[in-house]
């Protein structure tokens, strides 16, 4: 065989491109791969095409993608063939090709035609990664920025609480003013605990727990976080009571309308900010409104951008990271929720959310008309509490007992059946700890208990541990769980679903997250 037969063999044989041009510029020889790609069957089809002819036969057989006019097209893959330099080529099924033009010694050009379609999403990939890193970063900034931003109203008011708490003349003034202090102290821990999961917003990994409470749990936590700062500004700020049930996610809902006063108060010099509510259809619609200096229509979407200020004359708008309303606007995203603003510059702003109206009886009730209707509701029940803390054991007594319970304390576990038997009441409902001492757990207990009594007593296991797979474990033994410290609100909606309502109860109805 020929030197030379062999060679044109070996290219015909490769599976990418070759195609070889004469120093005048015409086509003297391609392979198949070469002339397959551009639509052409055969090579010796394209054989004695100059470079022109070539790229306008290509254009007009191949199935090639080209975004600029066709002449412009060619004119400039011509001064690449001319300057040997490299362009990619993409083509309508996704593929992307380069050429390469390599001159020959003696004159001439020889043309590699590579797929490059793996190298390219694989750098598309890497490219997504970094830009994703990257992004992780600067939410992680951004967040830590906005943490000190929101952390800043509670604790300006936990100050002034302190300082009128020292200069407090009665116990009734200190006793209220201590409240309040409890109040901003636990208003810095839910934005703590929110914090930690906002910057899983943008990953779209934070899922609302919904559940069903009344607005004023929210409502009384604005008066108590932003009356004093109002006050301290010559602020008239009044909000508007209100014992309509919601259904939403409580910690998301507050962090939303807590953004709304915040820059209500802060941007309002003169005059008053109300917070109210009022029905919307099948909603409660949640209003903010200052007489601040208003914003232009032309910027309301503006305003829910990150880091966007209308001005920076405003002493506060200096000091601000114009991340609020951002915030806000996801979390009302990821809530399905509706926030509207309106607003006249020089006379001030309203900003609303649209919020699910629930059922008051469903939901965790902390205004006192509401428990004084369902008050005997656990009068003449028995319930046993297994607690080692001596505190807490004693505080969940005295409120069981409240409301009318008769309690059971047992504080000795290792003659459990004996201790069951001689019981005077069987008890209608267990409360135990779940990590007791002697490294004995709670849901062990409650079922041998239940083994004794030979019938099956409803359990509430409270932990102080939040191990994400622990409470999945107790759940789905079929105990409802609450994280100390426990609220006695959500005591007593747990207890009555528990009680009266078990189809109400995930880990009873089989309804959990984890099925």
């Known amino acids: 065989m020929e030197p030379a037969s062999a060679l044109a063999k070996g290219v015909e044989a490769l599976d990418f491109g070759v195609a070889v041009w004469s120093n005048t510029g015409a086509l003297q020889f ?35 993608i080209v ?90 008011s936990l100050k002034i609480l302190i300082y009128n708490c020292i200069e407090a003349q009665s116990d009734e003034e200190r006793e209220q003013l201590l409240h309040n202090m409890d109040v901003s102290v636990s208003i810095m821990e839910d934005l703590l605990g929110a ?48 014992n309509v049930a919601l259904s939403s996610d409580r910690a998301l809902l507050e962090r939303i309308v807590s953004n709304f006063v915040a820059n209500a108060v802060r941007y309002t010099d003169t005059g008053r900010v109300l917070v109210g509510c009022r029905r919307k259809g099948r909603n409660l619609r949640i209003q903010v409104t200052d007489t601040g200096p208003g914003i232009p229509e032309t910027h309301y979407e503006d305003i829910f951008k990150e880091f966007f200020r209308i001005s920076t004359k405003h002493s506060y708008r200096k000091h601000s990271l114009g991340l609020g309303l951002n915030i806000a606007k996801r979390m009302a995203d990821v809530l399905d929720h509706r926030i509207s603003v309106t607003s006249t510059p020089g006379k001030g702003s309203t900003f609303s959310i649209d919020v699910p109206i629930g059922s008051v009886w469903h939901s965790d009730m902390g205004e006192p008309d509401i428990n004084e209707r369902v008050g005997g509701e656990f009068s003449g029940l028995t319930a046993l509490v297994i607690e080692d803390d001596d505190i807490l054991r004693d505080a969940l007594v005295s409120l069981l007992e409240r409301w009318g319970m008769t309690v059971i304390v047992l504080d000795r576990y290792d003659n459990l059946q004996p201790s069951i038997a001689d019981l005077e009441n069987e ?81 009873i109805s089989g309804r959990t997250d984890d099925g």
């Open 195 to 242: 914090l930690l999961n906002i910057g899983q917003l943008d990953a779209g990994r934070v899922e609302p727990k919904i559940s069903t409470f009344q607005v004023s749990m929210i409502l009384e936590r604005m008066q108590i976080q932003f009356e004093h700062l109002a006050t301290e500004k010559g602020l008239d700020f009044r909000v508007m009571p209100s």
């Open 30 to 64: 391609c392979n198949k791969a070469f002339s397959k790609r551009f639509g052409k069957a055969s090579p010796e089809s394209l054989a004695g095409f100059s470079r022109e002819e070539f790229l306008g036969e290509i254009l007009r057989c191949s199935d090639l």
């Open 427 to 507: 008890p209608d409902l267990i409360i135990t700890d779940y990590r007791l001492q002697g490294a004995v757990q709670g849901t062990d207990l409650v079922i041998e208990i239940n083994d004794t009594l030979e019938k099956p007593c409803p359990a509430i296991v409270v932990t102080a541990d939040t191990n994400p797979d622990l409470i999945k474990s107790i759940r789905q033994q079929g105990f409802p769980v609450l994280i100390k410290p426990v609220s006695p609100p959500s005591l007593r909606v747990t207890m009555h679903n528990l009680l009266y309502e078990p189809e109400l109860v995930p880990e």
């Open 67 to 156: 975004t600029t006019p066709a002449q412009t097209w060619i004119e400039q893959q011509i001064a690449n063939f001319e300057n040997n330099e490299r362009n990619r080529l993409l083509f309508s099924d996704g593929s992307i090709h380069q050429l390469r033009h390599t001159p020959m010694p003696g004159g001439g050009t020889i043309t590699v035609l590579s797929d490059f379609t793996e190298i390219i999403r694989s750098e598309r990939s890497l490219e997504k990664e970094r830009d994703k890193s990257a992004e992780s970063e600067r939410v992680k900034s951004r967040f830590l920025r906005a943490a000190n931003h929101d952390l800043r109203q509670p604790l300006a």
